[in-house]
């Protein structure tokens, strides 16, 4: 039997992060948690947002998790820290897993509101390489628009074209995608830029450091979600609804409460 890893975010935005672990590690047993009761993260204060990873982690905790991927950039951001010194397994963020692999020397960064606030971003790219420029820009409306599956028309574009434009004035060579939820923005997003800027999704990165946290899964499953379990703090039917289009199939999800269990 493989190890287990937990992986969270506020909705389904983790969903793109479990993809890149499935598509790497296809015979990983994982636990998904969507804290869809609190989505979203993103316009929440920094204590609001290390109390909830505090109930996450101490849950996944719980659950057995041998290890934790927090597929959510907002916790990782303000409350890396706080996973650490609660998980007693081994937590994998995304922010310094996409830092060690940036290049560039002109970054630009879309985030929620939070993370940009943070400045989580640029510290860990500068610390990788000390010279670059990073402009890291808050996207309040994509979250919401994202979690009612909203993922073109009038309103998503302009949003987009205006999160865009000091990037694109900056003249960033790479995009980070630094909210889980905004790789299925990516066909858009790349529409809106120069063709010679790369969009970057951590999630890559994340997923491949994983390989030196948790053994190797030697064999594989008939079917892609056979090993992982869906768990949301809201209601179970949307959560599996909006997520048929991110997996490509109905996971079976299942409502819990963080406080039992
Ligand atoms: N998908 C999460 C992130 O990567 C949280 C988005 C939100 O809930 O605002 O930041």
Redesign the pocket.
């Known amino acids: 039997m493989s190890t287990l890893l937990g992986l969270f975010?506020?909705?389904v935005?983790?969903l793109t992060v479990l993809r890149q672990v499935l598509a790497r590690r296809p015979g990983q047993r994982c636990l998904y948690l969507g804290d869809t009761a609190r989505?979203?993260?993103?316009?929440r204060s920094p204590e609001e947002i290390r109390t909830i990873a505090a109930e996450v982690i101490r849950w996944l905790g719980r659950q057995g998790v041998d290890g934790i991927l927090m597929a959510?950039?907002?916790t990782n951001a303000l409350a890396f820290d706080v996973a650490e010194s609660l998980a007693g397994v081994p937590v994998l963020g995304l922010i310094d897993s996409a830092a060690s692999q940036l290049q560039a020397d002109r970054v630009g960064v879309l985030?929620?509101p939070a993370?940009a606030a943070s400045g989580a971003y640029g510290h860990s790219i500068r610390a990788v390489h000390p010279g670059a420029e990073v402009v890291e820009v808050g996207c309040p409306a994509f979250?919401p628009l994202i979690e009612t599956g909203q993922l073109s028309g009038t309103a998503l574009r302009q949003a987009a074209q205006a999160y865009l434009e000091p990037l694109l004035a900056a003249r960033v060579e790479v995009i980070v995608l630094?909210?889980?939820?905004y790789p299925l923005l990516q066909p858009l997003l790349q529409e809106l830029v120069p063709a010679d800027v790369v969009l970057v999704d951590p999630a890559v990165a994340a997923a491949a450091r994983l390989d030196g946290v948790l053994p190797p899964c030697l064999d594989q499953p008939a079917q892609r979600l056979e090993r992982c379990c869906f768990r949301v703090t809201g209601p179970a039917d949307p959560f599996s609804l909006a997520a048929t289009a991110w997996l490509g199939e109905r996971p079976e999800v299942e409502q819990v409460d963080l406080g039992q269990g």
Do not use: M, R
């Open positions: 975010d506020s909705g935005g983790g989505v979203p993260y993103g316009q959510c950039n907002t985030a929620t993370t979250v630094g909210c889980t939820h």
